[in-house]
């Protein structure tokens, strides 16, 4: 399994629409580089999903650390952004 982290994490409304935004870092602890990394996001009202989705991250070398950035164009922020309790972040492949 690869050896990633991820920093910084934050839900937002995107500044042109109403969707809901997810921004963070990610870092390769590893030795080896990835062409690709696929991340699962999911996010919670209180213990109920509203969103699970995976997104790529193209090219993160060893040692590395990216940014990242996911619109959910399903969600409307002004909908359900102040009722987000939690989320959960991680690889589910790398290659």
Partial sequence: MPNL????????????????VIKGEVTNSSDKSYSTVAVRIILFKKSV???NVVFTINGLPAGATRAFRKTIEELNYDQVGEDISRYDIYTETAF
């Avoid at 982290?5 to 809901?20: L, N, P, R, W």
């Fill in 5 to 20: 982290s991820y920093y910084h994490v934050e839900i937002e409304k995107a500044s042109d629409t109403k969707d809901v």
């Fill in 49 to 51: 999903t509203i969103a």
